[in-house]
T-cell receptor
Framework: NAGVTQTPKFRILKIGQSMTLQCTQD?????MYWYRQDPGMGLKLIYY???????DKGEVPNGYNVSRSTTEDFPLRLELAAPSQTSVYFC???????????FGSGTQLSVL | GENVEQHPSTLSVQEGDSAVIKCTYS??????FPWYKQELGKRPQLIID?????GEKKDQRIAVTLNKTAKHFSLHITETQPEDSAVYFC??????????????FGKGTRLSVIA
């Protein structure tokens, strides 16, 4: 199993541009999450999904959108990028709500 | 909702000494308490977890203890080594009343092991 795969690993955006961070998992996990981690800080939940077709907002959803059309894929969309969205983004998945989180390798995003 | 507080925020120990990181939680119904380790530039990875039916769990040099009455759990690392240097996060489940919201993370502890 590849686990959780995120692309791209690095990206630089200009203010106002848009992009999609891709996340896919091959473990047949129902639960998927997007976190952001600012330098030297903890993990903040952006959006999560408990299954295909179901998404919910986390702690910091503003400026982002997600979709979950399949069990495997959970892309994160940034519209009108702002410098405040400069961060490292982690996608993660779990089999169940109180189970081990498997993280992707992260996407380092800079908005200039 | 669940509130998870983690202390200390930074911790420096001499190689070979022990390190203890403590977390408190607010929801008495929480039953699952994991610890994640994040090395510099890497993704967080689960190192140990405990469920409320036990008070302690060990895995080689790391152990987690749980006190449900006091609503706190701790990570213990013995015989620390330089490769233990990392940021450690505790977590606890959000209340079921909040829906399917996943784990709530503490703010992290940066552990430095000095050789």
């Amino acid at each position: 199993n590849a686990g959780v795969t995120q692309t791209p690993k690095f990206r630089i955006l200009k203010i106002g541009q848009s992009m999609t961070l891709q996340c896919t998992q091959d473990m047949n996990h129902n639960y998927m999450y997007w976190y952001r981690q600012d330098p030297g800080m903890g993990l903040k939940l952006i959006y999560y999904s408990v299954g295909a077709g179901i998404t919910d907002k986390g702690e910091v959803p503003n400026g982002y959108n997600v979709s979950r059309s399949t069990t495997e894929d959970f892309p994160l969309r940034l519209e009108l990028a702002a410098p405040s969205q400069t961060s490292v983004y982690f996608c993660a998945s779990t089999r169940g709500r109180e189970e081990k989180l498997f993280f992707g390798s992260g996407t380092q995003l800079s908005v200039l | 909702g669940e509130n998870v507080e983690q202390h200390p925020s930074t911790l420096s120990v001499q190689e070979g000494d022990s390190a203890v990181i403590k977390c408190t939680y607010s929801d008495s119904a929480s039953n699952y308490f994991p610890w994640y380790k994040q090395e510099l530039g890497k993704r967080p990875q689960l190192i140990i977890d405990i469920r409320s039916n036990v008070g302690e769990k060990k895995d080689q040099r790391i152990a987690v203890t749980l006190n449900k009455t006091a609503k706190h759990f701790s990570l213990h690392i013995t015989e620390t080594q330089p490769e233990d240097s990392a940021v450690y996060f505790c977590a606890a489940p959000a209340p079921l009343t909040s829906g399917n919201t996943p784990l709530v993370f503490g703010k992290g502890t940066r552990l430095s092991v000095i050789a």
